[in-house]
């Protein structure tokens, strides 16, 4: 799946030609009849949020030039007290919180304002694909460090760790940056505060930057515990937190993110804002405001949204581990976040599949089970380097979808029979 680079494309964007996402999106709309693979719901959220930005929309002319750079204010102030209370602060909504378009944004700018040449990110695999990028991008070194199965085969995303002195081995006078991703995408591990602690003491002594993407944080599920690293003693001064709109109000489209951290790291994420997108789109600043607020009178009751979403997605979650293991798929159980890793070499072996292609077998076994069988997935070895031998076992199924699309799954599963030698 590798693509030539245009005649005039920049040196340093040649490393970003393969993208997982454009080529299955080329493929499943050719074959695709069940799509469990890119992260977005199929549904709708509740109906308050759709009507907060047709209302700004109507408001006349107020919301609809400029806002502020750094964030539309009613936004960050409605940010800062809802991750005030969460860090263990009170943040600054005007020095210590910067609105981006997505969380993606967020990320791209904390790269490229904190990462000079030659300088290490220490990237926790596997890792949302993009940080790879991201790192080169800002002419920095990935440093990769596998989370590895403790048992032979994990039936849960916390049988998925860190080797303590792998992982100490990897920092180093160039460590500039940790990238942390908790909870966890493509697994789901939510860390356990020990293992936070192990990497802020790491960051510590190493005077490291920690970038936090927090994106699942509302859809951790009962039995683990969401510890953000900023509230660790000394991690405050050192982290970036980023959230999103996008995952906390199922609202992909709407692109607002955020960064949350203390005023001269945000500080330098705004000149790289400034000097790129600048501001972002002021009447969904202000709709998402509104949610927040709204949600805010209600957190932790049954009635909040975010309660909700994640009540809805555990018994999603639920039901595709329940067909997935009826058809003879291995499950490793995820903790947070809406995607489930299953294993498939009950169904195939690589002999089978192998498309002469030389790619990751996983990647042969998606795209056999998208041509074949109709069902599109991804192949999580894409978001690995160092692990890619352990990933590639398994393909990642996302379940924030229509219980209808969920049903009907089931006898798309029914079609696959599994090896008789399994």
Known sequence: MTTQPPKRLANRLHHCLENIWLDFTRCKTKY??????VGLPDYPPSEHIQRALADVAM?????????????HPRLVKAIAALHGPLLGRDIDPMSEIIVTHGAYESLVTAFLSLVNPGDEVILIEP????????????????????LRPSVESPTS????VLDPQELENKFSANTKLLMLN??????????????????????????????????????VYPGAEHVRIATLPGMWERT??????????????????????????????????????????????????????IELAKINQPCCHFTQQRTALLSKRNLLIEMARNAGFKVCVPEAGYFLLVDWTAFATREMIDDGTNIASDFQFAIWLLKNHKIATIPPSAFCEESKDTMSNYVRLCYF??????????????????????
């Open 32 to 37: 695709s009849e069940i799509d469990v693979g």
């Open 59 to 71: 408001e006349g002319n107020t919301y609809l030039q400029y806002t502020r750079d750094q964030g």
């Open 127 to 146: 890792f949302f694909d993009a940080y790879k990028s991201m790192t080169k991008l800002a002419e920095g070194t990935p440093v990769y460090v596998p």
């Open 157 to 160: 995303s916390a049988d998925w």
């Open 182 to 219: 908790n909870p966890n995408n493509p697994i789901g591990k939510v860390f356990k505060r020990e293992e936070l602690e192990m990497l802020a003491t790491l960051c510590i002594k190493h005077d490291v930057i920690c970038i936090s993407d927090e994106v699942y944080e509302w859809l």
């Open 240 to 293: 970036i937190t980023i959230s999103s709109a996008s995952k906390s109000f199922s609202v992909t489209g709407w692109r607002v993110g955020w960064s949350i951290g203390p005023k001269e790291l945000i500080d330098c994420q705004m000149i790289s804002h400034q000097n790129g997108d600048a501001t972002c789109a002021t009447p969904v600043q202000e709709a998402i405001a509104r949610c927040m607020e």
């Open 401 to 422: 979808k229509t219980d209808e699309l969920l049903n009907k799954i089931e006898t798309y599963f029914a079609s696959l029979n599994p090896l008789k030698d399994c």
